[in-house]
Structures are given as structure tokens and as C-alpha cells.
């Protein structure tokens, strides 16, 4: 049998990269999948690879970052597409201002990636609560290298914070809904070649040299690289794993 058969499985940041990828991984494994993002369009195309895979799958316009939004968008999928039994926070952005920056951008940096990788993560959680505790469900949050260290290349102290809180959120909500029979865990990517960072490598090749030299496996990851360890934590094969983080990272974080 498909590991995730009859499951109903949302997908943040679902239009692009990582969140795409992972719709359609988890598509075969036989979830119907909600693809969430900021750009209906890409939501949509992104529902219609699926669909033309042979999966099931519905799209809708979401900012995670709007909690009264989250809201509205988790009634809405309980009474159109129905209980939803796995999430996945993905949706996230990068920005590359240190703290010596200018002040204003320093400050929006702040606002919009807190905003979108640390309180959209608790807004969609939040929203997504009952179902998930009545399915016995599972959160995968997506974390990073950056859930650990800072990495000069450059990164925002917001990144960082942001994903160290991803980490932190992760292991409090283990704790907490384990006895409800959620179960919570992360994947922490290394350099993974998205449109996230299509710009820096376009432009700046010896950020993917800084980042090659320390990866034992000598590549950038690919999206489709994050779909494994993903069914892995939705599924029956993690049911004893819970509060963790599967490094994906080409061996970044051993060296
Ligand atoms: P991506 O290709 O840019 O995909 C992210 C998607 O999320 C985009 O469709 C984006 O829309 C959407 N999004 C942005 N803000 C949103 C919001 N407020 N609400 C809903 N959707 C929103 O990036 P990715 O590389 O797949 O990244 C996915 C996740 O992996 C992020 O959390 C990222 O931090 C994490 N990650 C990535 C890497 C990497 O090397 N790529 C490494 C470690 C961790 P727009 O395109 O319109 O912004």
C-alpha cells in the first residue's frame, strides 16, 4: 500500500521548490494534497501537476504570515476537502541584510521573515490544531542548517533566528502534543537549488563554492532531494519518531 493513503496533507509554500516537490512526492504515496501559497497561480499550477500525475489534489491562495487568514483557509479545507491529517510548514523567505545594514531595510527584513517563517509557521499550526488532533496527525516543519549556526555567505540574522525558531517551535510542540498522538519533527536542508536562491547562484559563485567545500556529498541538493526524508516524517515508517530534525544536507552539518 502507498504510505500515505488516506491522508489529507497540506502543503505551505506549496507553488514553488521544496513545497512543490513534496505535493507531488506525497501525491503518489496516495495523500490528497493541499497546496497553500501566496501566489494562486502557482498554488494552482502546482495542484494540476499533481492532478496530471494522478493524484488528488485542491489549491488555494494563502499568506501564512495572516493569522485571521489561516483561520479562514483551515475552516474552509474541513469543509471542502475535509480532515486534514498532515501539514507541512514550508512556506519561507531569504533575506541577505546583515545587522549593520540599513537601518529601515534591516527592520523590514525582520518584520517580513519573522512574520513568514516563524509566526506563519505557529499561525498555520495554530489554525490546522483540531483537525490534526483528531487525525492523530503529523507537522513537518521546514528548518535549515540555520536552525543551528549562522552561515556568512551572507544571511540575515533574521534567516537565522527564524529557523533556530523553527527548531525551538518544533521540539515544544513534540512535547506537548505527544500525548495527543501528533507527532512533530523537522528536516533541516542544506543548499538546495530553488528559486529561493536562484538570484545568489546566478551572481555570486563563490557562495555555492563556500557552501560545496563544506558538503561531504560535493552537490547542491534538489527539491526532489527533500521528498524522501518528508514521507518519511508523515508517515508510519517515523510512527517512534517525534521532536527530531533529519538533516538533509549533503553532510554540511558533520564537518
Ligand atoms: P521557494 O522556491 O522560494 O518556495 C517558497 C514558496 O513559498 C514560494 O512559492 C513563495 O512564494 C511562497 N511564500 C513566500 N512567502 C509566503 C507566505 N507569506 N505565505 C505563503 N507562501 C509564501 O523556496 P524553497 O527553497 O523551496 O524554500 C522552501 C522552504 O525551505 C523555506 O522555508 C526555506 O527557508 C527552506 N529552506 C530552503 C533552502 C534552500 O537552499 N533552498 C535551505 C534551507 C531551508 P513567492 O515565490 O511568491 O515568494
Redesign the pocket.
Known amino acids: 500500500m502507498a504510505l500515505l493513503q488516506n491522508h489529507i496533507a497540506v502543503v ?2 506549496a ?5 512543490r516537490a513534496i505535493a507531488i512526492g506525497y501525491a503518489r504515496e496516495g495523500a490528497r494534497v493541499v497546496a ?4 494562486r497561480d ?1 498554488a494552482e499550477e502546482t495542484a494540476a501537476l499533481v492532478t496530471a500525475d494522478g493524484g488528488g489534489a485542491a489549491a488555494f491562495v ?4 495572516r493569522r485571521e487568514d489561516c483561520n479562514a483557509i483551515a475552516k474552509r479545507i474541513g469543509e471542502e476537502v475535509g480532515q486534514v491529517s498532515i501539514l507541512v510548514n ?5 533575506r541577505r541584510n546583515g545587522m549593520l545594514g540599513e537601518a529601515d531595510a534591516v527592520v523590514k527584513d525582520w518584520e517580513d521573515v519573522i512574520g ?2 516563524l509566526t ?1 509557521v505557529f499561525n498555520v499550526t495554530q489554525a490546522f490544531l483540531a483537525p490534526l488532533r483528531a487525525s492523530k496527525g503529523r507537522i513537518v516543519n ?5 536552525s543551528f549556526v549562522h552561515v556568512r555567505t551572507p544571511s540575515s540574522p533574521a534567516y537565522t533566528a527564524s ?1 533556530h525558531g523553527v527548531l525551538g517551535f518544533t521540539r515544544a510542540l513534540a512535547a506537548e502534543l505527544g500525548k495527543e498522538g501528533i507527532r512533530v519533527n523537522a528536516i533541516g ?9 536562484a538570484q545568489a547562484r546566478a551572481t555570486n559563485p563563490e557562495l555555492v563554492k563556500a557552501f560545496m567545500d563544506h558538503t561531504p556529498l560535493g552537490r547542491p ?1 534538489t ?1 526532489e532531494d527533500m521528498v524522501g526524508p518528508a514521507i518519511f516524517l508523515a508517515s508510519d515508517l517515523s510512527a517512534y519518531v517525534t521532536g527530531a530534525i533529519v538533516m538533509a544536507d549533503g553532510g554540511y552539518r558533520a564537518v
Open positions: 505551505t509554500g507553488g514553488s521548490g521544496i513545497g497553500l501559497d501566496i501566489d502557482a494563502l499568506d501564512v504570515s514550508n512556506a519561507g523567505i531569504v513568514t517563517n506563519g521546514i528548518g535549515s542548517i540555520q529557523k536542508p542544506g543548499f538546495i537549488a530553488t528559486p529561493l536562491n541538493g527539491a
